[in-house]
């Protein structure tokens, strides 16, 4: 059943998975875009669904960066801070450069501090120990930088709100920060603060991540060099090869895939795929990822095992491994690194089942924002906690380790609750001892006295969070049949790839379908394999994951006359052949 015959689909009130159903605003849109663009009406439709006006959809379709990368002068301190790093290359100063420890942070640094190697100089790096000196730079890692012979410290995905760390070796040595996080006063008095969050920056650039503010410091600087003859007589480093960093970063850190975000991540993607990243090619081995790299890939094979360092080890196996040049210890820090992910995922296991205990009972008392907090549950857990809360209760989750008197935590946000701006608000009530983020995570430190205080602060300032539903309604870009579910389809909405925020994968409906064949799968049976049959006797391969003792994988098992099914329609290679897939993530009863 084409789109065309849509209308014969009504919407869900209440499906298996405890959603609503509603149709994404521009029904009837398709077949004009489709005709004006040449592209098939599926293709019209999502784009008009997703506000793509004709004249922009050949850039959407086909992201470059020729057509998104902005002058990197329009943020501010940009032209200062390249010139002031141009001058230390050209002199062959050393440079630090200090980084966070999860996959933003690991990513920017990897960037610089290779281009600064390649560019000839000597380049110390740094990530803080999450446990032992907590976010962002503090006076004896930058004194021990310093004692190293750093004449530049130059600090990515962290820095904007380290104003009285940074005064304590004021005139010692310039330092320069490349950051995105929400500031919630003057930048720091250093040498130079790019930020597009800032307040005082009119780039328009608050979408990028830390790793892509720092890729645009990368241009900046080489156009510095070029204007100081420094490229007569060498090669000019070619910055597309970092590429794959910035795609990672981008898809890990949540950013909106749009505009410029959009072109890194799929020109990110073509670089990664050429594996020449010794270390991301081993991660990618290790974690027995064999197709094309994707969003998906970042996000849920690559990132949870570079972050994991980050969170319960050692917070710079991130870094090494995306700088290492050796492929055998590439190999030794991609197996450690996967070791290290599976013990997260016991230790988050066993935090997580108490912390939905007490968050139902949240929810149930009609707060606003979820916040709970225990003792001896892994302070590099937390912020994983908060997201599965988030995804859970569809509200904003606060998750807190507490220790020694105090909680340490994070927090995960819904569209449309700033819960990053709601922090520094907190903070500079008094009522937190650090705090910070941006509008969908952030992180927060206070006494353990002050919870409810925080709680209530937050109840209050994000109060639109307790009329949201239990769980977020799903739009649904479309209704087909299983015989229309085909590889030619799956290849069509490909097109529209990378998905992610702003840019959500598809969701398409196959009303009343036959479930003809389901079973668990896998070592835990958390997996269903399943066979969808159409009115004709047509089959679709199908898959839920995640799919546990819910009320949806108890219906797939029991194998009603019809359903309607919710997912996404994917292609699935596997040993050189491509056949379309259906990926379950919801149903309702036909």
Request: with cysteine; net charge neutral.
């Amino acid at each position: 059943m084409p789109l065309a015959e849509a209308a014969r689909f009504s919407g869900v009130e209440a499906s298996l998975g405890g959603r609503s159903w509603r149709w994404r605003a521009g029904e009837g849109l398709g077949p004009g875009y489709a005709q004006r663009l040449g592209v098939s009406e599926i293709i019209g439709r999502l784009l008009a669904v997703r506000g793509i006006a004709p004249e922009a959809a050949g850039d959407f379709l086909n992201p470059t960066l020729r057509a998104q990368l902005p002058d990197p002068f329009v943020l501010r301190d940009m032209e200062q801070a390249s010139m002031r790093l141009a001058r230390a290359v050209s002199a062959g100063e050393t440079i630090a450069v200090f980084g966070d420890y999860d996959v933003d942070g690991a990513a920017a640094a990897a960037l610089m501090a290779g281009l600064l190697g390649e560019l000839g100089c000597k380049v110390l790096t740094y990530i803080p120990d999450r446990l032992q000196e907590g976010y962002g730079p503090n006076a004896p890692a930058l004194a021990g930088l310093i004692a190293q012979g750093a004449g530049l410290i130059l600090c990515v995905d962290c820095g904007t709100a380290a104003d009285a760390v940074f005064a304590d070796i004021a005139g010692q040595v310039d330092i320069i920060v490349f950051d995105h996080h929400k500031a919630d006063g003057p930048p720091p008095r250093i040498f130079a603060t790019v930020n597009p969050n800032r307040q005082d920056d009119t780039s328009g650039l608050t979408h990028l991540c830390a790793a892509g503010v720092t890729f645009l410091a990368a241009v900046a600087l080489l156009r510095a060099l070029r204007g100081h003859g420094f490229f007569s007589g060498r090669a000019e480093p070619d910055l597309k090869r970092a590429l794959d960093l910035v795609a990672l970063a981008t898809v890990c850190d949540v950013m909106p895939l749009v505009g410029l975000n959009r072109a890194f991540v799929t020109q990110g993607l073509r670089v990664m795929a050429r594996r020449e990243r010794i270390g991301l090619a081993a991660l990618l081995d290790v974690a027995e990822s064999r197709e094309a790299p994707s969003a998906f890939t970042c996000g849920f094979v690559l990132g949870p095992r570079i972050n994991a360092g980050g969170r319960i080890s050692q917070a710079d196996l991130g870094l090494r491994l995306l700088l290492s040049t050796d492929p055998g210890a590439a190999q030794g820090l991609a197996v450690l690194l996967d070791q290290v992910n599976r013990e997260r995922q016991v230790i988050e296991q066993s935090a997580l089942e108490a912390a939905m205990a007490m968050a139902a009972e949240q929810r149930a008392a009609g707060n606003a924002v979820l916040m709970v907090c225990g003792e001896g549950w892994h302070p590099g857990i937390v912020g994983i906690v908060a997201g599965r809360l988030k995804e859970r209760f569809n509200r904003p989750a606060m998750v807190g380790a507490v220790e020694g008197g105090l909680v340490k935590g994070s927090g995960r946000s819904v569209p449309g609750l700033d819960l990053g701006a709601a922090v520094i608000a907190a903070r500079q009530a008094g009522i937190l001892r650090t705090g910070g983020g941006h509008a969908m995570a952030a992180g927060f430190a206070l006494e353990v006295a002050r919870q409810g205080d925080f709680h209530a602060f937050l109840n209050d300032r994000l109060s639109a969070g307790a009329a949201l539903p239990d769980a977020a309604d799903l739009e649904i870009d479309g209704a087909i049949s299983v015989a229309g579910a085909n590889l030619a389809l799956a290849t069509d909405i490909a097109r529209l790839a990378p998905f992610g925020p702003m840019n959500q994968e598809p969701v398409l409906v196959l009303p009343a379908a036959r479930i003809a064949h389901a079973e668990r799968i896998g070592r835990e049976g958390n997996t269903l394999r399943c066979t969808l049959a159409g009115m004709g006797g047509e089959r679709l391969k199908a898959i839920l994951f995640r799919a546990g003792e819910t009320p949806l994988a108890a219906a797939l098992l029991a194998r009603p006359p019809a359903l309607h099914v919710a997912g996404h329609l994917r292609i699935n290679r596997w040993q050189g052949q491509e056949s379309a897939q259906f990926t379950i993530i919801d149903a309702a009863p036909a």
